[in-house]
Each structure stands twice: as structure tokens, then as C-alpha cells.
């Protein structure tokens, strides 16, 4: 077990990291326009919201840590290390629907994240990740998931979704 000081150090630090993620997204937010939409709430609201909410979070960790650390915390569950090829596999869905979602529309791309991150989650958890049929099975929930959310954005909400067509329906 780490000493006092070094785990009131590290508490420390994560509550501060906390703290300056929560005033850089405030920094951003003061460029979005505060036109207020739809309910008489502008495209900043969240991005607001969510700043204040860290910057609170990571003063109370800074707090909790500098009045005694976090209190009498158990040894954490789980391996060692962490595992890294699900990490992997996870992260490279999201990377690769941030890169292609502007260029194969966000149905496959969220699709394609959706098989990754799935593939990732079934190695961390240990089970067979179903070859081929279950690539096609991935495939089509993925598809089932993103192809109803855009639509429910583009034709009913009204929001801009980046498609695969012109037609608005892939």
C-alpha cells in the first residue's frame, strides 16, 4: 500500500486534471454562440453545463484529497495491468468513426464502430468473438443502432447528419 502523502499527491493531481479539463471546455464554449434554438436553449447550454460540472467534480476531489485523501479506499478489483488489446480495439472504433464519418456517412461509421468496440469488449471479457457469422451479426446490429438514430435526427429532429447519399436516407 502507498504512503499517505503519495496517495494525497496523485488524489491531488487527478482532481486538479479535472478541474483545468473543466476550464479548457469552458474556454471552448465561450466561442459557441449563445443564439438560443429550440426551448429558448442555445447550442452552448451543454457544453456549458457539463464544464461547470467538472470544475465542481474537481474541486471536491481536490478537497476530499487535501482533508485526507479519499477515504479508506479498498484495493481495487481487476488484473494487475490493464488489458490492453480490448483498449485497442475500442479506441480504434471510436478513431476510426471520427475519421470516416464524413466520408461513408454516419451509419457505416458508427456501424464500423460498433464492430470494434464490440469485438474489443468480447476479448476483455474473455469470450469467442463468433468468426465470421459473428462479424456479419456485429454488422447488422451495428446497423440496426445507427440507422434508425439518423434517422430519427435527420428526418425527424432536423439535424445535419453527414450521409453516405444525397437522398438523405443512407
Not at 476531489?61 to 487535501?66: G, P, S, T, V
Not at 447488422?140 to 447528419?161: D, E, H, R, S
Request: net charge neutral; hydrophobic share 50%.
Amino acid at each position: 500500500m502507498p504512503d499517505i502523502r503519495s496517495a494525497q499527491g496523485s488524489q491531488t493531481a487527478i482532481g486538479a486534471a479535472t478541474l483545468v479539463l473543466g476550464a479548457l471546455l469552458a474556454y471552448g464554449a465561450s466561442s459557441i454562440p449563445s443564439d438560443a434554438g429550440y426551448a429558448g436553449v442555445g447550442p452552448n447550454f451543454l457544453p456549458w453545463l457539463v464544464s461547470i460540472v467538472l470544475m465542481v467534480c474537481g474541486g471536491w476531489l481536490i478537497f476530499e484529497a487535501r482533508s485526507g485523501g479519499w477515504r479508506r479506499l479498498e484495493e481495487p478489483s481487476g488484473a494487475a495491468q490493464g488489458d490492453w488489446p480490448p483498449l485497442v480495439w475500442v479506441a480504434a472504433g471510436v478513431a476510426a468513426n471520427a475519421a470516416l464519418l464524413t466520408t461513408i456517412g454516419f451509419i457505416l461509421s458508427c456501424t464500423l464502430c460498433f464492430m470494434l468496440a464490440v469485438r474489443g469488449l468480447r476479448i476483455a471479457e474473455a469470450k469467442a468473438h463468433g468468426g465470421l457469422r459473428g462479424l456479419v451479426l456485429d454488422f447488422v446490429t451495428g446497423f440496426l443502432i445507427a440507422g434508425p438514430a439518423y434517422w430519427l435526427f435527420t428526418k425527424l429532429l432536423g439535424i445535419n447528419l453527414p450521409g453516405l447519399t444525397g437522398t438523405g436516407w443512407l
